[in-house]
């Protein structure tokens, strides 16, 4: 199967993954592509939703451009977190968050769903995707979902009735991967999600609605884009999807060039005769109105009031008997207004269609008319004002700067004075303080170090014919916040393995491997609420949990923790030490000891705090087919001399028992490794207590010798060096369940040696090299 995948290279790519054409150049910047879909989204909004909450907000989001016909934003480096798109509408609250960074840029702008290539989309909806996708779907939006409840891919893998997780991030519209039952699916997500449901809340409940709604269908139905109802998320309900109406491509190209031919100019007079007319009976389609009734008889349409179109002096008036579209200006008046026109032709809703908008567009030319004039010496005052504003990454403005334009523009007719900015997606906020005064307030939010946009105000002025100017002043880059030094360990979110019972839900009666999380900053420790997603994935540091705060302390964290237990109020101080780099496990990993403070008996734990969330995913995710390097990772094992380390290496296999002197129908090993270095048994039982594997359906088993030894170690001798390797016997195991392997260091030697924590999914298939 083809998995759409990262575009890097020296070439521009303008597709992902549905063919088309591409381009380079000697010395090009790399280049990645994000592709957005149900159908393909065009000049649908593509953000970092920085705070993971679903929502476009511009202010805070860094915005990454609008989507080309096939959905996809290219850019030269995809950016960290969550990527999003949020669909516009015409007139809605969306498209008018665009127009503020750029009213002149993105005026008129709205998100088409290539599925419909003539109408705009009817809903502003948002869909994300994990950081790492090349695709955004409705699809990959419920993907997240479903971990954030506590879920897998897998289990929506099995909604979907697919086969793999590597289908939910494959381009489903079109080309080798096309699926059509999953395109239908995703269709319906899109309309439920716009008809105001919250499928998010309920993402399995609504996935399986709707595959039960499409498997329902029949082909033509499946692949009809009109045919689709919103699903209430209840399969004991059956919903009845209806024909959507549509806007005809044929017919709305015939009457768009009937607009685009023609030939107007400010100050045209009228004439008792239209400019044109056009029959636009067919322009709205519904397969829901039967063959003998025409659309206009039953729905209606109309043109929707246009501030733009009024001014025009431009009619365009519809026959509602003939259903023809007749435009022109009256006799008695001129054309009034220059620029580009917009004319909405509304279909009316009824119990057999909805409503609907086609857009229409007309250039009037400017004519002997002038647009508004300035001063190069008055623009250079007012970039001279703005160079002197101080931006600096994370510190408010107070109470701000203001620029007063309102003497900048000049002309014989009446002006209206507008403003925008891209800077609103930097954290400032602009303010209308009056006619051509803006107030300009806000906390930067990135710097020119994280972010090359250049950031400028548009000042424009248009005059009553339509004409405009537009001035662009640029803003200061934004500079860095002089940072006092900082711990080592501050801002930055770290991954650690750890061993427990807890699930986030429940106690279970057996102990299992789980990635938590914990960040220190600004005297707050912070960390994951723990689910059991948290088994095979890491998940962000986020929530402060038991009241818990840190200080610095002879350069080493104090953290304290307030709970509650039995009833009594409790604190437990640690000292989170330093002790060494460890890159050799994975690059900017530190190795960390955990100290109890205030307590009758000294107490300390080893852990390997991981920056790279995916390196330490993978020994959360070893699969017993997987080859002896997928299976060994590094460590640091002690070595002879007191306080002294070894790079060595652990390697974990499970396999179907083989072996005469074994018990149980399955087996397990743990061995340790040191290049060029004996590492026996006998360090093993040295610094571990006991060693255990654990699941669901075995609870936990403790690795023993028949000798009664706590541990089943043996060591054996290749090329002249000794390795040791822990025997787990166990019983038959479940396919596809993942299991924990916990090895646990005796108390005294909990500072020098971390426990061994690992987890391992039994396939049904095992690799004895």
């Given at each position: 199967?083809?998995?759409?995948?990262?575009?890097?290279?020296?070439?521009?790519?303008?597709?992902?993954?549905?063919?088309?054409?591409?381009?380079?150049?000697?010395?090009?910047?790399?280049?990645?592509?994000?592709?957005?879909?149900?159908?393909?989204?065009?000049?649908?909004?593509?953000?970092?939703?920085?705070?993971?909450?679903?929502?476009?907000?511009?202010?805070?989001?860094?915005?990454?451009?609008?989507?080309?016909?096939?959905?996809?934003?290219?850019?030269?480096?995809?950016?960290?977190?969550?990527?999003?798109?949020?669909?516009?509408?015409?007139?809605?609250?969306?498209?008018?968050?665009?127009?503020?960074?750029?009213?002149?840029?993105?005026?008129?702008?709205?998100?088409?769903?290539?599925?419909?290539?003539?109408?705009?989309?009817?809903?502003?909806?948002?869909?994300?995707?994990?950081?790492?996708?090349?695709?955004?779907?409705?699809?990959?939006?419920?993907?997240?979902?479903?971990?954030?409840?506590?879920?897998?891919?897998?289990?929506?893998?099995?909604?979907?009735?697919?086969?793999?997780?590597?289908?939910?991030?494959?381009?489903?519209?079109?080309?080798?991967?096309?699926?059509?039952?999953?395109?239908?699916?995703?269709?319906?997500?899109?309309?439920?999600?716009?008809?105001?449901?919250?499928?998010?809340?309920?993402?399995?409940?609504?996935?399986?609605?709707?595959?039960?709604?499409?498997?329902?269908?029949?082909?033509?139905?499946?692949?009809?884009?009109?045919?689709?109802?919103?699903?209430?998320?209840?399969?004991?309900?059956?919903?009845?999807?209806?024909?959507?109406?549509?806007?005809?491509?044929?017919?709305?190209?015939?009457?768009?060039?009937?607009?685009?031919?023609?030939?107007?100019?400010?100050?045209?007079?009228?004439?008792?005769?239209?400019?044109?007319?056009?029959?636009?009976?067919?322009?709205?389609?519904?397969?829901?109105?039967?063959?003998?009734?025409?659309?206009?008889?039953?729905?209606?349409?109309?043109?929707?009031?246009?501030?733009?179109?009024?001014?025009?002096?431009?009619?365009?008036?519809?026959?509602?008997?003939?259903?023809?579209?007749?435009?022109?200006?009256?006799?008695?008046?001129?054309?009034?207004?220059?620029?580009?026109?917009?004319?909405?032709?509304?279909?009316?809703?009824?119990?057999?269609?909805?409503?609907?908008?086609?857009?229409?567009?007309?250039?009037?030319?400017?004519?002997?008319?002038?647009?508004?004039?300035?001063?190069?010496?008055?623009?250079?005052?007012?970039?001279?004002?703005?160079?002197?504003?101080?931006?600096?990454?994370?510190?408010?403005?107070?109470?701000?700067?203001?620029?007063?334009?309102?003497?900048?523009?000049?002309?014989?007719?009446?002006?209206?004075l507008s403003f925008s900015s891209n800077a609103l997606t930097n954290g400032l906020i602009f303010d209308n303080m009056g006619t051509g005064i803006i107030g300009v307030q806000g906390t930067p939010l990135r710097s020119k170090q994280d972010d090359d946009t250049n950031y400028t105000i548009k000042l424009k002025a248009t005059a009553a014919s339509g004409l405009s100017t537009i001035v662009e002043l640029d803003l200061p880059d934004v500079q860095e916040a002089l940072k006092p030094d900082t711990h080592p360990l501050e801002g930055k979110t770290w991954y650690i393995l750890e061993h427990g019972s807890s699930n986030g839900e429940a106690e279970q009666e057996y102990s299992s491997i789980w990635c938590d999380s914990i960040k220190f900053e600004d005297g707050i420790v912070l960390g994951n609420v723990r689910s059991i997603a948290n088994k095979t994935t890491c998940t962000e540091a986020d929530t402060q949990t038991e009241e818990a705060t840190y200080e610095i302390v002879d350069g080493s964290i104090v953290a304290t923790f307030h709970f509650e237990e039995d009833g009594e109020k409790l604190t437990e101080k640690f000292q989170v030490e330093v002790a060494n780099d460890a890159d050799s496990i994975s690059t900017g990993a530190k190795t960390i000891v955990h100290r109890l403070l205030d307590s009758d008996e000294e107490s300390a734990e080893r852990y390997t705090y991981f920056i790279n969330k995916a390196d330490i995913e993978k020994r959360l995710n070893v699969t017993s087919e997987m080859g002896p390097e997928a299976r060994t990772f590094n460590a640091y094992l002690p070595a002879e001399e007191d306080n002294a380390y070894n790079l060595g290496q652990i390697g974990l296999s499970l396999r179907e028992n083989t072996h005469s002197n074994d018990q149980g129908e399955m087996d397990a090993n743990l061995s340790f490794d040191v290049n060029n270095t004996d590492f026996t048994c006998e360090t093993v039982n040295e610094f571990f207590s006991n060693f255990y594997f654990t699941g669901e359906d075995i609870g936990s088993i403790k690795s023993k010798d028949y000798t009664g030894s706590s541990i089943e170690c043996y060591t054996s001798e290749e090329d002249g060096i000794k390795h040791a390797s822990v025997d787990f016997d166990l019983p038959s195991l479940t396919v596809n369940n993942v299991y924990s392997v916990i090895g646990k260091v005796k108390d005294n030697n909990g500072e020098f040696m971390e426990a061994m924590k690992f987890n391992i999914k039994w396939t049904g298939t095992s690799n004895n090299d």
């Open positions: 199967m083809k998995k759409i995948t990262l575009l890097a290279a020296s070439v521009a790519v303008a597709l992902t993954g549905c063919g088309g054409g591409s381009s380079s150049s000697d010395g090009a910047a790399p280049q990645v592509s994000i592709a957005s879909f149900d159908g393909y989204f065009k000049n649908a909004v593509m953000f970092v939703d920085s705070n993971d909450n679903g929502v476009w907000d511009e202010a805070t989001d860094e915005f990454i451009g609008l989507t080309k016909s096939k959905g996809e934003v290219t850019m030269t480096e995809k950016p960290s977190g969550i990527i999003a798109v949020q669909t516009l509408t015409p007139g809605g609250p969306a498209q008018a968050k665009l127009i503020s960074l750029d009213a002149d840029k993105y005026a008129g702008v709205y998100t088409v769903d290539m599925d419909h290539p003539a109408q705009p989309m009817a809903h502003e909806v948002v869909f994300r995707a994990r950081n790492g996708s090349d695709v955004i779907s409705p699809i990959t939006d419920l993907s997240l979902s479903y971990v954030e409840k506590g879920l897998t891919e897998e289990d929506l893998v099995a909604d979907l009735g697919l086969e793999s997780t590597d289908e939910l991030y494959t381009d489903f519209v079109d080309g080798e991967d096309k699926n059509t039952d999953l395109h239908k699916t995703a269709q319906l997500l899109t309309e439920t999600k716009g008809s105001g449901s919250d499928i998010n809340s309920k993402p399995q409940e609504f996935v399986q609605d709707a595959k039960q709604s499409v498997d329902s269908m029949t082909p033509e139905q499946k692949a009809d884009p009109s045919y689709k109802a919103p699903v209430d998320g209840d399969k004991s309900t059956s919903e009845t999807p209806t024909y959507k109406t549509t806007v005809n491509a044929e017919v709305y190209k015939e009457v768009q060039n009937k607009f685009d031919s023609l030939n107007l100019t400010l100050g045209d007079k009228g004439s008792s005769d239209y400019f044109f007319s056009i029959d636009i009976n067919n322009l709205f389609e519904d397969k829901d109105i039967s063959s003998d009734e025409s659309f206009i008889e039953v729905a209606g349409i109309k043109v929707y009031d246009n501030d733009k179109l009024n001014a025009s002096k431009v009619q365009a008036v519809i026959n509602h008997q003939t259903g023809i579209l007749n435009v022109g200006v009256s006799p008695s008046e001129t054309v009034d207004l220059a620029g580009p026109i917009t004319v909405d032709l509304v279909s009316g809703g009824s119990n057999l269609t909805n409503s609907l908008k086609a857009t229409f567009s007309f250039t009037v030319d400017k004519g002997e008319a002038k647009a508004p004039t300035y001063s190069d010496n008055s623009v250079a005052g007012l970039q001279t004002q703005v160079d002197l504003w101080e931006l600096t990454k994370g510190k408010s403005l107070g109470e701000g700067y203001t620029l007063d334009f309102s003497t900048l523009f000049s002309s014989d007719d009446q002006l209206t």
